[in-house]
């Protein structure tokens, strides 16, 4: 079975330009989270959707974030513009959402270089 | 906010040692999750614990879901080289929500 699947896996820009990330959830799941990795911060959840409907983007850093979900297999999220202080990995996880049993599986991530 | 607590930092074993690592929070928690995370990967789900006082086994990986709820721990025997990698567990809500520890960094000597 396909795993969560995560496009760039490597994306190098310059300040200013925007940023799209791409995720394919694990088919028949319907949550999907963006997380952002880095040293200083871990493991950040940025935004997450209950069947395509975002239910919880406290975590979007500012308004430069934007993340949508126009159906249950592919999510986005973008930057713009992008900053160096975004540079980090991007992880999309998904879930099959079972109460009681919360789950999440990650893609491989995106790893962004801001220059 | 929900906070998890996970020690050690870091680890640096022999091959052939036990490791022991484990979470702790103030809040309870439904699930707890554990993960393994090698260099440029995502994590890797290794245990998932959904009763609280479970105890569950997948090889030589061993995790317990704390009788409290607010606690869980990690238990690898017998390291070998491919264990090498950062270790996070992860506490679950009804909501879907995952609370991350900070993770273990464990190296193997061989």
């Known amino acids: 079975d396909a795993g969560v699947i995560q496009s760039p896996r490597h994306e190098v820009t310059e300040m200013g330009q925007e940023v799209t990330l791409r995720c394919k959830p694990i088919s028949g799941h319907n949550s999907l989270f963006w997380y952002r990795q880095t040293m200083m911060r871990g493991l950040e959840l940025l935004i997450y959707?209950?069947?395509?409907?975002?239910?919880?983007d406290s975590g979007m850093p500012e308004d430069r974030f934007s993340a949508k979900m126009p159906n249950a297999s592919f999510s986005t999220l973008k930057i713009q513009p992008s900053e160096p202080r975004d540079s980090a990995v991007y992880f999309c996880?998904?879930?099959?959402?079972?109460?009681?049993?919360?789950?999440?599986?990650f893609g491989p991530g995106t790893r962004l270089l801001v220059l | 906010g929900q906070q998890l607590n996970q020690s050690p930092q870091s680890m640096f074993i022999q091959e052939g040692e036990d490791v022991s690592m484990n979470c702790t929070s103030s809040s309870i928690f439904n699930t707890w999750l554990w993960y393994k995370q090698d260099p440029g990967e995502g994590p890797v789900l290794l245990i998932a614990?959904?009763?609280?006082?479970e105890l569950t086994s997948n090889g030589r990986l061993t995790a317990q879901f704390g009788i409290t709820r607010k606690d869980s721990f990690l238990n690898i025997s017998a390291s070998i080289p491919s264990d090498v990698g950062i270790y996070f567990c992860a506490g679950g809500t009804s909501y879907g929500k995952l609370t991350f520890g900070q993770g273990t960094i464990l190296t193997v000597h061989p």
């Open positions: 996880a998904s879930s099959p959402l079972q109460t009681g049993q919360e789950t999440q599986y």
């Open positions: 959707f209950n069947n395509n409907v975002p239910i919880d």
């Open positions: 614990l959904y009763k609280a006082g």
